[in-house]
Every structure is written in C-alpha cells, then in structure tokens.
C-alpha cells in the first residue's frame, strides 16, 4: 500500500506523518507538493497538521485553491480514502469534501495535550480496526479545532452516523456536539483534529493512532468496510 503525505507551504506534521507511515507502520509514502496537478497513483492519502499558507484569511481556506487539492477531490470522488488531520481536516471543509467548519476554541486558548476520544463509528476508511464504544487516546494541538456546524448539518451527521470519534470528557475546545471527527457520506473521507500520528509508538505514549492508519489498508482490501455504526 502506498500513501501520498500532501505538502503546503507552511505544514509543520508532514515529516511526522511521513515518519508515522513510513517508519513506524512500514507503508510506502510519496511526499505529494502543494502545485502537483496529479496523486501520483497512490492508495491513500493524508493532508497533515500545520498551517497551510499560514493561515492567511482562516485555516485552509487558501490551501483549498492549490491545484493538489483538485486532484485529491478527484481521488475521492472516485473512492480513494483521504484522511485529514488537524489542518488537513479543516481544508477538507473549506474544499467542500467535508460539512461544516473549525474555528477558534471556545477559551482562545491553544490546546497541546492528550485527550480520550470515544470511537462512534467503525465502518469508515480509517476506523475499521476501532471497536464500537471502545475508548482511545490520541493527541491534540490546535487553536482553532472547535467543530461547528449549523443545525441541519449536525442533525444529518448525528442521523447518518457519520461523527466517528468524540471527545470522551467533553470537548476541550467547544466543538459542538463533542465532535472529533467525521466522514463523508461514502465514508472514505475522514477529518479529524487529533493528531494519530503522534501515537503510533509507545514510547510516544501510545500506540492508538496506528490503527486509524492500518484501517486504511482494510479498507482498500475490502476488509472492514461492512462493519455496521452505532445506530445503523
């Protein structure tokens, strides 16, 4: 399985994302720059934590115009799993391949810590090695990872059981509904603030991450992707 690890100018996670999928899980990983006009043939992809562009105008909303990100809408469209992490999942929103929008913690705080996630839904691209309920721990890092959405939105993510993680102990940053991370409605795209390539090792204090990744590659084998969701 190869990965493709989308770099823009102003990323700060692409190397540990490189680091987590080469080194730590033994994929294959092609670095994809931010003017590519192709994914270069890979299985999955990943657009990592940081700050795109700097975070000029809101986070994302110029990263969403760079010609890679019409081709990972392409790769999408087509099926192909994309996973956003932190930054990445707020131009997932700003690009339209996820509802809704990140915007600043409800304290105007930047949180950098350790949180429990509860897993809400195992039949996504990135969640199929998870058990229905179990609980995890991942890290965050982020100023403006509060999740929100008008009512509508929220009530179709609740009712199609697309929220696949939330914050066990109440969202430390407002999101609303304690939303962590969410799906599309093929299920192939997933957004999510934690940052599960910190935790693909024990000696960085855990090793929950791994599985959101080695998901990925169920998917793509056609492994997991029956798995039924909360309420389905």
Known sequence: MKWGVVVFPGSN???DTLYALESALGFDVEPLWHADEDVKNVDAIALPGG???GDYLRCGALARFSPIMRAVATFADAGGPVLGICNGFQIL???GLLPGAL????DLQFLCRVE???VE???SAFSSRFDMGERI???VKHGEGCYAADGETLESLERDNRVIFRYANGAPNGSLNDIAGITNAARNVVGLMPHPEHAVEAALRGTDGRRLFESAADWLAGVGAGKRSAGA
């Open 13 to 15: 996670d692409d190397r």
């Open 51 to 53: 700050f795109s562009y």
């Open 93 to 95: 929103c700003e690009a």
């Open 103 to 106: 915007v600043r913690n409800r």
């Open 116 to 118: 429990a996630l509860t």
């Open 121 to 123: 839904a195992t039949d």
């Open 137 to 139: 721990v991942i890290p």
